[in-house]
């Protein structure tokens, strides 16, 4: 984690003009925390493989930081969510305005993919390391995901539905992420998509329990704006706390089973990841 935010930090966006916030509001929500699970995903599992390579995947982990912090930016805005906290910070356009907060997620977007086609690799591992990042993270992925968390805010889903809503919004970014990190290292293709399949579900675990989080914590614990999702399509508003509780369970434990078969690499560099999110449903 630390190598990753010193090289953030050393490679924020630079724009300079005469504009007096534009160049401050690309950095901003950048460099406000937030979990990195994506990016440290993607490093451990290059770790787990080709250590070696590390260094060289640090500009593809923060293109996925990148594509990912620009999606917050856009889901807190007054169109869609209309949040004024994220990562404990006053979110970009109640700091800024919404121009400024709508063109810093577009740069960070579009940016995310000219720094992974600058990365210190193979152009052929570039190419499908683009590829996947923009199949998970455009019009067949995240953005479906939120186009339709937005279009049924006040039409209950199906559990099915639901799923689908997040597997694209949530779960497949963090599936891409696992999955870039075994390009990145050559491993054989049946671990490639054993790693993305994984990924998919503990994307799914991932957004029940943030939705649990949203139930049951303030603000100030949470870091972003909880309570906001009373005509959201929530797991938590389908299944009720004790439901959704008992749905991450369950998914937690067959997350736990096909953890316990990777190879001992792997589970060693995944370990510290896996923890907070597997081992808190033990018992």
């Known amino acids: 984690m630390q190598r990753f935010e010193a090289y953030l930090k050393a490679n924020l966006p630079e724009a300079p003009s005469f504009h ?17 699970f994506r990016p440290m995903l993607l490093l451990s599992v290059v770790d787990a493989y080709e250590p070696l390579l590390y260094d060289g995947a640090l500009s593809v982990a923060m293109a996925v930081e990148m594509l990912h912090t620009y999606s917050l930016i856009h889901d807190d805005l007054p169109a869609m969510d209309d949040a004024p906290l994220r990562r404990g910070h006053t979110t970009l356009h109640v700091k800024y305005d919404e121009v400024t907060a709508i063109l810093a997620g577009d740069a960070l977007n579009t940016d995310a993919f000219y720094i992974l086609s600058k990365a210190p690799l193979r152009a052929d591992i570039k190419i499908k390391l683009i590829e996947i990042l923009s199949r998970d993270g455009g019009s067949r992925g995240m953005v479906l995901g939120q186009a339709i968390d937005c279009y ?128 808190r449903h033990k018992g």
């Open 152 to 279: 049924f805010e006040n039409t209950p889903l199906t559990l099915d539905q639901i799923k689908t809503l997040h597997i694209n919004k949530t779960a497949k970014l963090i599936a891409a992420s696992l999955q870039m990190g075994a390009v990145i290292v050559g491993v054989d293709k049946s671990i490639q998509e054993e790693l993305y399949s994984f990924g998919l579900d503990l994307g799914l675990l991932f957004q029940i329990q943030d939705d649990i989080i949203d139930e049951t914590c303030s603000d100030e614990e949470a870091g972003k704006t909880t309570s906001n999702d009373g005509d959201k399509n929530s797991f938590v508003n389908l299944l009720g706390l004790e439901g959704s509780m008992v749905q991450a369970d369950t998914l937690a434990k067959d997350l736990q089973r096909r953890f316990d078969g990777f190879d001992e690499k792997l589970q060693r560099a995944l370990r510290p990841l896996m923890i907070k999110y597997l081992n």
């Open 20 to 36: 007096p916030i534009y160049e401050d509001a690309l950095s901003d929500m950048l460099q406000a925390g937030g979990k990195r």
